[in-house]
């Protein structure tokens, strides 16, 4: 069994941000309403949604069905599909402005010039209308190869091995391999919550630090270089 070094850290927050659609827009037929177009990270869509329809319909004596990305409802809940639509790239916020999706799965919150484009008021009008919620926190792991040959990583030792003052594992007793940090993309706001927790800022990151834009690519990063250090989201942890 491949042993991994980590350690969970905090949560990342999860927000689902909904499209304001006026009553008289939504059009319902005898068939039930069209499809709740649904976007977001990508192992929230796979993992988070289905889990919780499939407890709410069990809940209230209805079944879940699925077809594909399709997932409809039967009575007394529905007939009513969800469209689990992929986002082209990062959280699906994007695909919200641009009228593609009802609802979003986020891990961070939408921004105040996001929301003001979504509905005049800004963030407080989507609040006040119940269209932003955190509905989930999601644990944040650290990952290493095993051949760094450290198999517990002290929270406080994150700071000098994303900074560079820690510039080899065996500094914490592991294998004489240099550290390269694997982050969230440079500009995310993954990456700006994950220095603000380990109390860094973006000029004293090590200038050896990788950007990746998935828990994909950190597993492909991990692969490539033996002395990384990577974080991924819990949910994700199971994803290929």
């Not at 990062?90 to 921004?111: M, P, Q, T």
């Amino acid at each position: 069994m491949t042993r991994r070094a980590m350690i969970a850290i905090l949560a990342l927050i999860y927000a689902a941000v909904m499209l304001p659609v006026p009553a008289a827009n939504a059009a319902c037929g005898a068939d039930g309403c069209p499809p709740v177009r649904i976007a977001g990270v990508d192992h929230a869509l796979a993992g988070f949604i289905p889990a919780f329809l499939e407890a709410w319909a069990a809940d209230a004596g209805a079944t879940l069905r699925r077809e594909g990305r399709l997932l409809t409802l039967t009575a007394p809940l529905g007939p009513q599909a969800y469209d689990l639509a992929q986002p082209a790239a990062g959280d699906g916020i994007a695909l919200l402005l641009a009228g593609r999706a009802d609802l979003v799965l986020s891990n961070r919150a939408i921004s105040p010039e996001e929301a003001e484009i979504l509905l005049p008021g800004g963030r407080e009008a989507l609040r006040a209308n119940g269209l932003e919620r955190v509905v989930a926190l999601d644990p944040m792991a650290v990952v290493a190869a095993p051949r760094v040959g450290v198999r517990v990583l002290p929270q406080e030792a994150l700071t000098g091995l994303l900074s560079g003052q820690i510039a080899t594992w065996d500094a914490l007793g592991g294998q004489s391999l240099p550290v390269l940090p694997i982050l969230p993309a440079a500009g995310s706001e993954a990456r700006a919550w994950l220095l603000s927790e380990v109390g860094l800022t973006p000029a004293r990151l090590s200038l050896s630090a990788l950007g990746v834009d998935s828990a994909a690519g950190v597993r492909a990063a991990l692969r490539a270089f033996p002395g990384g250090v990577g974080f991924i989201a819990g949910t994700a942890m199971g994803s290929r």
